[in-house]
């Protein structure tokens, strides 16, 4: 079968760094994404790794290692608004855009 | 504005009772999608279209339908509604091309069946 895993729930203060973890097992793979959703709302997109190494986007990193099934998200300079859910999803080869997500792991951001 | 735009946002219904949640975006993506959500689930995809006339199904399509006439429209039909499809869903769509991870969600709607 196919599986993503992530932490359930995390917790940090504010001005910290803060790595959430995404191990996966898939048919296929073309690439990790992140999402961002706060309560209530839709999910956005954060970042996109199709390649080994990191991706840098302003204060959130993502970091993928493919023979390791393995990425993670950066998150620097932590923020009150940065509270939310984040989602890795992994793109497998049933189909070409077929997007498979983990279950999210809750960030609680503490002044 | 560019967006994904789905109705009802909220909608409390009976078992069996024919339902469709309409699904709508501006940017002509050729990919759409539906996803549901549920507690400690994350979101599990139920179909989705690479193009007009082209569906195919996700993770978790027992019990709905959809269809893909036009390139804007994404309709996503339950011919007779269970309580178990209580969730909350979202539909998505991305633009065509191999190196992209980015999925653009509407709203969401929020299904209540009793």
């Known amino acids: 079968g196919q599986s993503l895993e992530q932490p359930s729930e995390v917790t940090a203060v504010e001005g910290a760094i803060v790595q959430i973890n995404c191990t996966y097992q898939?048919?296929?793979?073309?690439?990790l994404s992140w999402y961002q959703q706060h309560d209530g709302g839709a999910p956005t997109f954060l970042s996109y790794n199709a390649l080994d190494g990191l991706e840098e986007t302003g204060r959130f990193s993502s970091f993928l290692s493919r023979s390791d099934s393995y990425g993670y998200l950066l998150l620097q300079e932590l923020q009150m608004k940065d509270s939310a859910s984040y989602f890795c999803?992994?793109?497998?080869?049933?189909?070409?855009?077929?997007?498979?997500f983990g279950t999210g792991t809750r960030l609680l951001v503490s002044p | 504005e560019a967006q994904v735009t789905q109705n009802p946002r909220y909608l409390i219904t009976v078992t069996g009772k024919k339902l469709t949640v309409t699904c709508s975006q501006n940017m002509n993506h050729e990919y759409m999608s539906w996803y549901r959500q549920d507690p400690g689930l994350g979101l599990r995809q139920i179909y989705y279209?690479?193009?007009?006339?082209?569906?195919d199904k996700g993770d978790v399509p027992e019990g709905y339908k959809v269809s893909r006439k036009e390139k804007r429209n994404f309709p996503l039909i339950l011919e007779s509604p269970s309580p178990n499809q209580t969730s909350l869903y979202f539909c998505a769509s991305s633009p065509p091309g191999v190196n992209t991870g980015e999925l653009f969600f509407g709203e969401g709607s929020r299904l209540t069946v009793l």
């Open positions: 999803a992994v793109r497998d080869g049933r189909g070409f855009q077929k997007l498979v």
């Open positions: 898939t048919s296929g793979f073309y690439g």
């Open positions: 279209s690479m193009n007009v006339e082209v569906t």
